[in-house]
């Protein structure tokens, strides 16, 4: 609790990494996965629309990319 999707994301994918990083859409869908999940826990029962903008944006959030 408490934690920024970011810090989330990292400790997820790192814990998951191991098992699953071999697979080919894991880089692509993890961040993703965690930002619904993120969501989800902290009380969101409706996903947010997807748009390119928000692509974007959680990208850059999570992986210093846009």
Do not use: N
């Not at 999707?5 to 071999?22: M, N, S, V």
């Amino acid at each position: 609790a408490g934690k920024s999707l970011k810090e989330i994301y990292r400790e997820t994918y790192d814990r998951l990494a191991p098992k699953y990083g071999q697979w080919v859409i894991f880089d692509h869908c993890m961040p993703f996965d965690v930002a619904r999940a993120y969501d989800e826990a902290g009380g969101k029962t409706d996903p947010e629309i997807w748009t390119a903008e928000r692509d974007r944006e959680m990208w850059a959030a999570l992986e210093g990319e846009a």
